[in-house]
């Protein structure tokens, strides 16, 4: 079964005021959808786009696996286990907050900054909080956040190109940028899909597109 959620239908909020514009595929914050809480272990897709100089002030996490993919611009990071990084288009960021850690997220930079940060929740919950970095992960190669039993692919996909999409319990697919075709519809920025018991199914390009794809194998 697919579930298709198209970019206009996400909740926007953030605080224009201060420089940031937040887009949220599921139920956040101030904003509750008790029919769209959660896709298996799926809690968050959003969308930030942050002004040069804005940001968010240090903030705790628990029991969370947060994992940020920049789509332009530069993300420096904090956290209070003394992570210091600066995060750039490519890049797969991933903060364990585990048993509970506090950190800050900004747009040092001179250009606007637009990410995608998701939240899955753990399988167990507790532990040591953790960070890593990936810089430039290659195409389509898997990226394991064991903690969650789900595995990222990123694909960046020429007009033309298809790309299977993992056969799996569960599938959560982001498109970032580009238009997609997949069973028989057509996504494009922003939209995204939900995919029970995949099997088979193929991503087609209709133009040149980067897609975030989440094979939640624990689904």
């Known amino acids: 079964m697919i579930s298709v959620r198209r970019s206009g239908?996400?909740?926007?909020?953030?605080?224009?005021?201060?420089?940031?514009e937040s887009h949220h595929a599921f139920s956040f914050g101030t904003f509750y959808d008790p029919d769209n809480l959660r896709f298996g272990p799926v809690l968050a897709c959003n969308e930030e786009r942050l002004a040069?100089?804005?940001g968010f002030d240090e903030h705790p996490h628990s029991h969370t696996e947060i994992i940020?993919?920049?789509?332009?611009?530069?993300l420096t990071?904090?956290?209070?286990?003394?992570?210091?990084?600066?995060v750039r288009a490519g890049d797969v960021q991933r903060l364990s907050s585990a048993g509970g850690v506090r950190h800050e997220e900004r747009n040092e930079g001179a250009d606007p900054l637009t990410f995608i940060q998701?939240?899955?929740?753990?399988?167990?919950?507790?532990?040591?909080?953790?960070y890593e970095i990936v810089h430039g992960i290659a195409d389509s190669t898997p990226y394991a956040v064991l903690a969650a039993g789900a595995l990222l692919y990123v694909r960046r996909l020429v007009a033309g190109e298809r790309t299977a999409v993992p056969d799996a319990p569960g599938v959560y697919l982001h498109v970032v940028r580009g238009e997609v075709a997949l069973g028989g519809e057509e996504l494009g920025p922003g939209d995204s899909a939900r995919i029970t018991k995949a099997e088979g199914l193929d991503l087609?390009?209709?133009?040149?597109?980067?897609?975030?794809?989440?094979?939640?194998?624990?689904?």
Not at 68 to 74: A, F, I, K, N, Q
Not at 77 to 86: E, L
Not at 118 to 130: C, Q
């Open 204 to 219: 087609v390009a209709s133009s040149p597109a980067e897609v975030l794809m989440w094979d939640l194998n624990s689904a």
């Open 9 to 20: 239908d996400r909740f926007i909020g953030g605080d224009p005021a201060a420089g940031i």
């Open 77 to 86: 990071h904090r956290d209070s286990a003394g992570h210091a990084t600066v």
């Open 118 to 130: 998701m939240w899955l929740t753990p399988l167990e919950p507790g532990g040591d909080p953790s």
């Open 52 to 54: 040069p100089g804005a």
């Open 68 to 74: 940020t993919w920049v789509v332009e611009g530069e």
